[in-house]
């Protein structure tokens, strides 16, 4: 069962999006700020298949965090959350990072989920 | 708007208007002591270069009349004593009449005019002046054809006083109408006795229209002779600082001073001093004819400098006239500023406002949607009214969707805000003419 990992500061975004996951087959971890999600890969033993996080967070956002996951544990499967798309700065910033990114409010049966399984599967294979 | 920006904005526009009027009016005070100084000397030179000329022409008139009464005196006896008066008389008058002294005679020991008298009633041909010419003269000067003293003793004792003088100049003497003076010169005998004098007799007031005022516009000048009696004093202020230098002690000062100057065989002498007339400070400048008499002029400081003073009026107008439109011009562009200023606080707050709502909503928005697609994906078949209801749903998250995309885009300038036409579903923003629509993720 693949593992997704999901940061998030909304409550009901963490809660929608790992019913949605589940739901699909997936175990969900979760994660309400950058400072979390670095403890829980400091002390898991299983990286996720994907980390998908919020750009907007309390404390360090987004994109820092992606980088902290690259550097410390050479973990570069992120895809970005914003709603934030529509400001030119955090643009620039997701297209420079060549990462997938989903744009808010999610819309999970026709976009998110259907790129997930497509994602993960050509990761394993 | 931002009170403190309002306040910073017009304070800012106060202080360069107060800095540009304080440069302007320092400019304004330096001009005006530059140009003071510098038309005080230009004027001061003027005075100086006037006085001079006029202490030359009162020189030159006085030895034109001792030298003709030295060479009269040298004649008498060789001719008619009457035609040698007239032949000396035409080179002082003209043919209008005018005349730059008042008559030419011998006196005898007695002090009274011999019978040879010249008063100035000829033309430069010898001859009578017209009657009616005469006539017109003599409302202006009813002495013409008389304007001799009842006694001229004190030529007489003057050259009795002291043999070895060779001319007199005497002080002013009231006669009626106006002041003369009498240039003279002595008849001697061979063995040096005293016979006469020759003498040329001007009226101080006739000397100073022939030689000075055509030089004395604007000018308030006086002249004394050696006794302090008051010749000409043009006006009021010259007749307070003659008095003044009179009683001052000055005068006999400068009579000194010119004796030892024409020992030396100058004009006469020459100086300046300050006088308070009234509260007002005035220059004085003076000239000694030899020791005879004393021409000077007088000016109020706070005259001075009129030229400089009309190109500073000027300087100063210019001056006012640019710190006005300097005004204008800043409060315009401060205006302009705070309004700039304004649209951009309110585009930034609209840009933090915009934030919040949209992070808020589009997170709000995510959980609903979720849920909608949740119970979609989940419900068996065609559920009638609650399908429809959660496709409605959809519908609505769409719009909300739509709304703050909007929102942003506003808040990023790609749109501006109309404010008609905002009905159903038409958007109450539109495309700004020259942008694209930005792109969205």
């Known amino acids: ?125 | 708007m931002n009170r403190q920006i309002f306040r910073d904005g017009w304070a800012f526009f106060l202080l360069v208007t107060l800095l540009a009027a304080m440069v302007l009016a320092g400019s304004y005070l330096w001009l005006r002591v530059d140009l003071k100084n510098e038309a005080l000397r230009e004027h001061r030179r003027q005075v100086d270069n006037q006085l001079n000329l006029w202490q030359e022409q009162l020189y030159d008139a006085k030895w034109d009349s001792v030298a003709d009464t030295s060479d009269d005196v040298r004649h008498l006896g060789s001719y008619d004593e009457a035609r040698l008066m007239a032949d000396t008389l035409v080179w002082y008058v003209y043919p209008d009449g005018h005349a730059i002294i008042e008559g030419t005679a011998v006196i005898d020991l007695d002090g009274r005019v011999r019978p040879s008298k010249q008063a100035a009633v000829i033309n430069d041909a010898r001859e009578p002046l017209a009657p009616a010419l005469l006539a017109r003269l003599k409302k202006e000067k009813p002495w013409l054809d008389d304007p001799w003293l009842a006694s001229y003793q004190f030529v007489i004792k003057a050259f009795q006083d002291d043999p070895e003088r060779e001319a007199l100049v005497s002080p002013f003497i009231q006669a009626p109408g106006r002041l003369v003076f009498v240039i003279a010169a002595p008849w001697r005998d061979q063995s040096g006795a005293l016979k006469g004098a020759v003498i040329q007799q001007q009226a101080i007031g006739q000397l100073f229209n022939d030689v000075i005022k055509p030089g004395t516009h604007g000018v308030s000048l006086w002249i004394m002779d050696a006794k302090g009696t008051l010749g000409v004093a043009t006006d009021q202020t010259a007749r307070e600082s003659a008095s003044i230098f009179l009683a001052s002690g000055a005068l006999p000062q400068a009579m000194a001073k010119g004796l030892k100057a024409a020992r030396e065989g100058k004009f006469g002498a020459g100086g300046s001093l300050v006088q308070g007339l009234g509260l007002k400070t005035a220059h004085l400048y003076w000239r000694t004819m030899e020791d005879s008499f004393i021409v000077a002029v007088v000016e109020n400081t706070a005259g001075l400098g009129a030229q400089g003073q009309r190109t500073l009026n000027r300087f100063g107008a210019i001056a006012l006239i640019s710190l006005v439109l300097l005004a204008a011009a800043g409060g315009a562009y401060t205006l302009l500023y705070l309004r700039r200023e304004n649209r951009m606080l309110e585009k930034a707050a609209l840009r933090r406002y915009t934030g919040t709502v949209s992070h808020r909503v589009r997170n709000s928005l995510s959980v609903i949607r979720g849920v909608n697609e949740m119970f979609q994906h989940k419900l068996p078949g065609d559920q009638g009214p609650l399908s429809t209801g959660l496709v409605n749903a959809e519908t609505a998250i769409e719009d909300i969707e739509d709304t703050v995309r909007e929102l942003e885009r506003l808040s990023q300038g790609q749109v501006d805000l109309v404010y008609d036409g905002q009905v159903g579903k038409a958007s109450m923003y539109r495309l700004h003419p020259d942008k694209k629509q930005g792109g969205q993720g």
Request: charged share 30%; glycine share 6%; no cysteine.
């Open chain 1, 1 to 125: 069962m693949s593992l997704i990992l999901i940061v998030d500061d909304e409550p009901g975004v963490l809660q929608t999006f790992g019913d949605w996951l589940e739901s699909d087959g997936y175990e969900v971890a979760s994660a309400g700020s950058a400072e979390e999600a670095m403890a829980w890969f400091r002390q898991t033993n299983r990286f996720p298949d994907a980390a998908l996080l919020d750009i907007k967070l309390p404390g360090a956002n987004g994109f820092e965090l992606a980088d902290w996951l690259s550097k410390d544990f050479d973990f570069d499967d992120v895809i970005f959350l914003t709603a934030f798309f529509w400001e030119e700065e955090t643009r620039q910033e997701l297209v420079a990072r060549r990462r997938p990114y989903f744009e808010k409010p999610l819309k999970f049966t026709h976009e998110v989920l259907p790129f997930l399984r497509r994602y993960i599967s050509e990761n394993q294979g």
